[in-house]
């Protein structure tokens, strides 16, 4: 059984930087399509990045150009480095795999950040 945990939150200052970890427990080899998201408190589910397991990588909008998704040489962790962060940034953010589906049926726990003006 594959289980996600995701590292890497905190609170940090407007402008700030922060890196998310997301470890796959229980699966070694090649890599899984991996994605990014991210709830606010009151808001809908947000889709931040995601990356194939061939390296195909989407951003959403509100986070190109300052996030940066990317695979460890182990394939079995994807790191997310946020730069530039913003109080709206603010948010649970969660990775989520697509393990027996096409779709992202497999979810971490969560790691909350939170971004001070």
């Known amino acids: 059984q594959v289980q996600l945990i995701e590292s890497g939150g905190g609170l940090v200052q407007a402008g700030g930087s922060l890196r998310l970890s997301c470890a796959a427990s229980?699966?070694?080899?090649?890599?899984?399509?991996t994605a990014w998201f991210r709830q606010a408190p009151g808001k809908a589910r947000e889709f931040v990045s995601s990356i194939s397991w061939s390296n195909i990588i989407y951003y959403g909008d509100s986070v190109k150009g300052r996030f940066t998704i990317s695979r460890d040489n182990t394939r079995s962790r994807v790191d997310l480095q946020m730069n530039s962060l913003k109080p709206e940034d603010t948010a649970v953010y969660y990775c989520?795999?697509?393990?027996?589906?096409?779709?992202?049926?497999?979810w971490g726990q969560g790691t909350q950040v939170t971004v001070s003006p």
């Open positions: 989520a795999v697509k393990l027996r589906s096409n779709d992202w049926d497999t």
């Open positions: 229980g699966r070694t080899g090649s890599g899984l399509d």
